[in-house]
T-cell receptor
Framework: GNSVTQMEGPVTLSEEAFLTINCTYT??????LFWYVQYPGEGLQLLLK?????DKGSNKGFEATYRKETTSFHLEKGSVQVSDSAVYFC????????????FGDGTTLTVKP | DTGVSQDPRHKITKRGQNVTFRCDPI?????LYWYRQTLGQGPEFLTY????????KSRLLSDRFSAERPKGSFSTLEIQRTEQGDSAMYLC?????????????FGAGSRLTVL
């Protein structure tokens, strides 16, 4: 079956530091890949997505590139802010019409001023 | 649109009681999903509807769990004879069908504590 593995957290960084959160996946075919973010007290919300190999998703300064050869979708940001403190979830769906997604266990990011 | 709404936000119950959660999706979305999330874990898929039809159920959804979406709008998730292992956050999400169906909009969740 499908699975998503994220680097274990929590991750604590100082403001303006570089962020990488690793994500690898196992799936048949050509899944779509996502990063969702959950801010304290709020629901999960889509951060970015990529639907095919070599696509780069980007939003709010975050980026992730769909690497089929390494089955990875690592999240990066060049300069984090305190407001980026949240839980980040990597996820996949089997295709753009798929009815369900498979999520990783989440990585908690804390950014200190 | 107010997004995906879930009610109640918190529910504390005693083991053996029945509980029901309600989800109101984004009105333009005809797909509705239920997920369960326990502490330190990612959301786990339970079931989803397209309009009023329940198209898929996870093996996680035991016989004590039932979900309905009678008119293709709001949905309810009922847990009968609750057990302590049912304690979790129950998440509802919605999406359109077709292209973009896999982009989920989540509600804030309903947290269940079974004593």
């Amino acid at each position: 079956g499908n699975s998503v593995t994220q680097m274990e957290g929590p991750v604590t960084l100082s403001e303006e530091a570089f962020l990488t959160i690793n994500c690898t996946y196992t799936a048949t075919g050509y899944p779509s890949l996502f990063w969702y973010v959950q801010y304290p007290g709020e629901g999960l919300q889509l951060l970015l997505k990529a639907t095919k190999a070599d696509d780069k998703g980007s939003n709010k300064g975050f980026e992730a590139t769909y690497r089929k050869e390494t089955t990875s979708f690592h999240l990066e940001k060049g300069s984090v802010q305190v407001s980026d403190s949240a839980v980040y979830f990597c996820a996949l769906s089997e295709n753009t019409n798929a009815g369900k997604s498979t999520f990783g266990d989440g990585t908690t990011l804390t950014v200190k001023p | 649109d107010t997004g995906v709404s879930q009610d109640p936000r918190h529910k504390i119950t005693k083991r053996g009681q029945n509980v029901t959660f309600r989800c109101d999706p984004i009105s333009e979305h005809n797909r509705l999903y239920w997920y369960r999330q326990t502490l330190g874990q990612g959301p786990e898929f339970l079931t989803y509807f397209q309009n009023e039809a329940q198209l898929e159920k996870s093996r996680l959804l035991s016989d004590r769990f039932s979900a309905e979406r009678p008119k293709g709008s709001f949905s309810t998730l009922e847990i009968q004879r609750t057990e302590q292992g049912d304690s979790a956050m129950y998440l509802c999400a919605s999406s359109p069908s077709g292209a973009g169906a896999n982009v989920l909009t989540f509600g804030a969740g309903s947290r269940l504590t079974v004593l």
